[in-house]
């Protein structure tokens, strides 16, 4: 409890303050296995008192699973740098300060609170997209899409949507669908394609410390936007009022699926067969 002092080659002069040190920046998030923490430290200059220099600095953390603050093995005898520190307790907020001691073992108050955060989050987002009609009768057609991150979890950050237009899609086929979701809170936009075309789409989430998640599974839907044509014909004259009436009819897409058969006696309405 009495004050330290220190001999020199010119008599005995004393040093009673601890040195100080700052944990200055560490990553909002992170998903590497070595996250930069910054910090300084040094004897504190104007005190009345001199200085014994610094012996070390000593990282300490506060892990996702802890409210107390722990030692680790990360140290430095200099007055500034980076500690590549290793995240080994998962997914999570690390919180990180520091703790310096002088050559005279004068030892820096670990702090209650504060410090410099970082989350850590090496678990990638899913995203889905929401089943398409198999035809697409008018354009544009609605796509939606949505995703996961999860917890603890830094967040959906943004979507890449793609799209391809031949069947089957190889990987040199896939086109990005750009200006698309960028804003993470937007979840469709209006796609229009050209008719007769088979469109299959699909989404991959990141999130914001930088996991780049899957490619959800393709979804597929063909435009057509163009009516069937049809026809019908029958004698102009029959001798007897049971004749044969025939129709046919085309369509280039989707194909037929059946035929609304009306007709008429003179100027009277239709009525349907």
Same mark, same amino acid.
């Given at each position: ?29 992170? #998903? ?41 093995? +990360?140290? &430095? ?28 073992? #004068? ?5 209650? #609170? ?5 989350? +850590? ?29 999860? $917890? ?6 943004? +979507? ?14 896939? *086109? ?17 394609? #050209?008719?007769?075309?088979? +469109? $299959? ?37 029959? *001798? ?7 129709? &046919? ?25």
């Amino acid at each position: 409890g009495g004050t330290t002092v220190v001999a020199t080659g010119n008599g005995v002069w004393r040093d009673i303050v601890a040195p100080n040190s700052d944990v200055t920046s560490a990553p909002e998030y992170t #998903n590497t296995s070595s996250t930069p923490i910054e910090w300084t430290a040094g004897e504190i200059s104007g005190d009345g008192e001199q200085d014994s220099g610094l012996a070390e600095v000593v990282l300490w953390v506060k892990t996702p699973d802890s409210s107390s603050w722990t030692s680790t093995s +990360y140290t &430095s005898s200099v007055s500034g740098g980076t500690f590549d520190y290793e995240p080994l307790d998962g997914d999570g907020i690390y919180t990180f300060t520091s703790v310096a001691t002088d050559n005279v073992g #004068n030892v820096e108050t670990i702090p209650s #609170n504060g410090g410099v955060s970082t989350f +850590y989050d090496v678990i990638s987002p899913t995203a889905i997209l929401t089943p398409l009609a198999t035809y697409q009768t008018s354009v544009p057609f609605l796509v939606q899409w949505n995703g996961d991150d999860p $917890t603890p979890s830094s967040g959906i950050a943004s +979507y890449e949507i793609q799209y391809c237009d031949v069947d089957p899609c190889n990987a040199n086929d896939w *086109q990005v669908w750009s200006d698309v979701g960028d804003d993470p809170t937007d979840l469709d936009a209006d796609f229009t394609g #050209n008719d007769g075309d088979t +469109y $299959t789409f699909r989404v991959r989430a990141y999130d914001t410390a930088g996991n780049e998640g899957a490619w959800s599974t393709g979804i597929t839907t063909t435009i057509d936007a163009t009516a069937p044509e049809s026809q019908v014909s029958a004698p102009a004259n029959s *001798q007897t009022a049971d004749f044969e009436v025939t129709w &046919s009819g085309s369509d280039a897409t989707s194909g037929i699926v059946s035929y609304d058969v009306q007709y008429k006696d003179g100027d009277g309405a239709w009525t349907g067969w």
